[in-house]
């Protein structure tokens, strides 16, 4: 079964620092991961994903991540924080989430100060 | 094109209620999901569905609530006899587009809040 664990329920940046929002996952196959982001009052919305191929994976905004599979990882960053990435982040993983569920971590909310 | 949408937005019901959700997925799109995401948390799975069939009920939390897509496109979620813990953000998602496309990807739509008094 797969899991994933976020560590920090909650990360303070100011604004045009690094951001760096730690995923570590549970799988016993080679899975797809994914970040997605919630901004107060929407739904959630897809920031990047890993399927195969290059490990550092790009996405909207600014933001990347890595997967690396000797530290079962997949850490977010961005590196300079712009006020408007204040929202709820949340790592997933999934077998594949073309006919399997996606497993979600418990979030981590990311507040911007300026 | 249009992405998921849900109804309602917003539900408050009395303790005992029956609720019904409904989810409109990306038309073309062949597997529908629910979550479940309490206040705080990440989303929850409830089970979904490869166009009409139901693949995997295993997150239902028990036989209060149970889920149908008879036409392989809209999906309502029921819940019966609603209870105070009931209460959560329901959300539906979509993916696999017929036509092609990125098949990884699941799509979500913006919930339903449901309040149990």
């Known amino acids: 079964a797969q899991s994933v664990t976020q560590l920090g329920s909650h990360v303070s940046v100011s604004e045009g620092a690094l951001v760096l929002l730690r995923c570590n996952y549970s799988?016993?196959?080679?899975?797809?991961l994914f970040w997605y982001v919630q901004y107060p009052n929407q739904g959630l919305q897809l920031l990047l994903k890993?399927?195969?191929?290059?490990?550092l994976v790009k996405g909207i905004n600014g933001f990347e991540a890595e997967f690396k599979k000797s530290e079962t990882s997949f850490h977010l960053t961005k590196p300079s924080a712009h006020m408007s990435d204040a929202a709820e982040y949340f790592c997933?993983?999934?077998?594949?989430?073309?006919?399997?569920?996606?497993?979600f971590g418990p979030g981590t909310s990311l507040s911007v100060i300026p | 094109g249009a992405g998921v949408s849900q109804s309602p937005r917003y539900k408050v019901t009395k303790r005992g209620q029956d609720v019904a959700l409904r989810c409109d997925p990306i038309?073309?799109?062949?597997?529908l999901y629910w979550y479940r995401q309490a206040l705080g948390q990440g989303p929850e799975f409830l089970t979904y569905?490869?166009?009409?069939?139901?693949?995997?009920k295993s997150g239902l939390p028990n036989d209060r609530f149970s889920a149908e897509r008879p036409e392989g496109s809209i999906s309502t979620l029921t819940i019966q006899r609603t209870e105070q813990r009931d209460s959560a953000m329901y959300r539906c998602a979509s993916s696999l587009p017929r036509g092609g496309g990125p098949k990884e990807t699941q799509y979500f739509g913006p919930g339903t809040r449901l309040l149990v008094l």
């Open positions: 799988s016993s196959v080679p899975p797809y």
């Open positions: 569905f490869n166009y009409e069939a139901q693949q995997d």
């Open positions: 038309s073309g799109h062949v597997s």
């Open positions: 890993y399927t195969t191929g290059a490990t």
């Open positions: 997933a993983v999934s077998l594949n989430p073309s006919y399997d569920k996606v497993i």
